[in-house]
């Protein structure tokens, strides 16, 4: 997988007339997320811009759009992915007027099977049979799921063409070999990453300082003699 920045003008040239796909990390905001949090969410996407701009010039226009959990293509698309994500539905409707076209990858009941899964999952189980099980049917749905995205790819996909994933990291998709694969890393990412890793942290410490406290002997309450009467 390439990454952006590297590729001189010579080293663009090995790439015309072949498949190419840029591979752009999908991140999510909520309702509530801490200013700071936002602040690196909006650099974010404005560097993705910017970057598959750059990718553009040097590889090829985006021809061909993809996101996850959107299930229809064209109009019907953009307004599922309207209430997804407004950072990557502004980004592809601006792709989209500029000549790309939004296909359909997802097929909607691996989606919602794997969605259900996973939500299962978050809750937690008070059996490890039960855990294991659950584990290994989330990670069979999002196996099909996976090899169904990467057959659209690949079906769509024609030959000179650039296209445009947006993908959660950690996804564990096979994208076929004679496509090659450049990855939208920009440096609000590892911004990004790193904020979510020192929240984590935080979280921890802050329930096992909370567990040892609970765990402190509790001290007796003072009981007093009784008057003299």
């Known amino acids: 997988m390439a990454e952006l920045g590297k590729l001189e003008k010579p080293e663009a040239e090995q790439f015309q007339g072949k498949r190419k796909l840029y591979l752009v990390p999908l991140l999510y905001t909520w309702s509530d997320s801490p200013l700071e949090y936002t602040i690196k969410y909006d650099l974010y996407w404005d560097q993705v811009r910017e970057h598959v701009a750059n990718l553009e010039g040097k590889l090829g226009k985006v021809k061909r759009i993809y996101h996850e959990s959107v299930t229809a293509p064209g109009e019907d698309g953009l307004r599922i992915l309207e209430r997804l994500n407004s950072a990557s539905h502004q980004l592809i409707k601006d792709e989209c007027s500029a000549g790309a076209e939004l296909e359909l990858v997802e097929d909607k ?6 969605m259900d899964w996973e939500r299962h999952l978050i809750i937690g189980f008070l059996s490890e049979k039960v855990a294991r099980t659950v584990s290994q049917f989330f990670a069979d749905a999002s196996h099909r799921r996976y090899e169904h ?23 564990g998709i096979q994208f076929p070999k004679d496509i090659e694969v450049f990855m939208v ?23 096992e300082a909370s567990e040892k406290e609970a ?10 003699p009784p008057s003299a009467q």
Do not use: C, F, N, Y
Not at 151 to 169: C, F, N, P, Q
Not at 216 to 223: D, G
């Open 215 to 224: 765990a402190q002997p509790q001290p007796e309450p003072e009981t007093k």
């Open 149 to 171: 995205i990467a057959k659209r790819i690949s079906e769509t996909l024609k030959d000179g063409e650039a296209g445009m994933l947006v993908v959660r990291e950690g996804h």
């Open 185 to 207: 890393a920009p440096p609000a990412l590892d911004e990004v990453h790193r904020w979510l890793r020192e929240r984590q942290a935080k979280a921890e410490a802050e329930e």
């Open 109 to 114: 009941d691996l989606v919602e099977e794997s």
